[in-house]
């Protein structure tokens, strides 16, 4: 297939949880960008309309939906109404997460995967962090939202290996430091010993995600599953 098929995703349908600010919202544009309609959802509906009112821009449509993924009628309903409107599901980026210091929410994914499983292909992103892939300085005190980001590491290589059977790639990427909401204090505190631990000398901007986020909901990764993809400017290496 033609390199530039391989990642259009013209026709595609992917929910983003979270998908209204900072990384989701970033990643929420990549996809649009190459040809998707969207699913964005978060707590806060009102910031999911407005970023759909841009979305769309990109000439897919955008659905946006109040939704807290700890609780699982809600990601029900979220399911139904993609379903209702889009008739299918084919890339997830659970993206959804709390602030700096507190564990990242885990998603219950039964619910979405039904309709991929269905399907019989799908895509899966989880969004971990560089902090779940190694011990942090002792100034940064982030040790459950680091261990919730090492399970999210294990839990998609875990769930790609079950899941291969149904044609469903899981993949995690990995961020480096992205100034959002949840990262601004920490950033602002500790900007210059941040940048030294980071080769390219700089945080993450806005299109730094895009790329990544397309690979993997794309053809393009179709025999790419249990991977995490960093994208932290050299800071693990
Ligand atoms: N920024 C970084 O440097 C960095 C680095 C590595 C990894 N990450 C990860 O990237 C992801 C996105 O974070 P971000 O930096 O973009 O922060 P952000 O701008 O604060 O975005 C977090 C998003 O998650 C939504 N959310 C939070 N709890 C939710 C819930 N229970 N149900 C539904 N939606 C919920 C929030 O919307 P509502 O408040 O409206 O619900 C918000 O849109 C997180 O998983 C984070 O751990 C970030």
């Not at 390199?3 to 900072?22: M, P």
Request: contains cysteine; proline residues 3%; charged residues 20%.
């Amino acid at each position: 297939m033609d390199v530039k098929k391989l990642f259009d995703l013209s026709g595609r349908v992917a929910i983003i949880s979270g998908g209204a600010t900072g990384l989701g919202r970033q990643m929420a544009e990549g996809l649009a960008e190459m040809g998707a309609n969207l699913v964005l959802c978060a707590r806060k509906k009102e910031r999911c309309l407005a970023a759909a009112e841009e979305l769309q821009k990109h000439g897919g449509q955008v659905l946006a939906l109040g939704c807290d993924v700890k609780v699982p009628s809600s990601i029900h309903e979220v399911v139904d109404a993609a379903a209702k409107k889009f008739g299918r599901i084919d890339i997830l980026i659970n993206n959804a997460g709390t602030s700096w210091g507190a564990p990242a929410e885990t998603m219950t994914l039964d619910q979405w995967n039904k309709v991929m499983i269905s399907q019989r292909r799908g895509k899966i992103i989880n969004i971990a962090s560089v902090a779940g892939l190694r011990g942090s300085s002792p100034t940064l005190s982030a040790i459950g939202y680091s261990s919730s980001k090492g399970g999210v590491i294990i839990f998609t290589k875990d769930l790609a290996c079950k899941w291969g059977v149904h044609n469903i790639q899981v993949n995690a990427i990995a961020p480096g430091w992205f100034p959002t909401d949840m990262s601004d204090k920490v950033i602002e505190r500790n900007r210059e010993v941040l940048l030294a631990g980071i080769p390219l000398g700089r945080f993450g901007g806005p299109d730094d995600l895009k790329g990544a986020a397309v690979f993997l909901g794309s053809d393009a990764s179709d025999f790419v599953t249990g991977h995490t993809l960093v994208v932290d400017g050299g800071q693990s290496a």
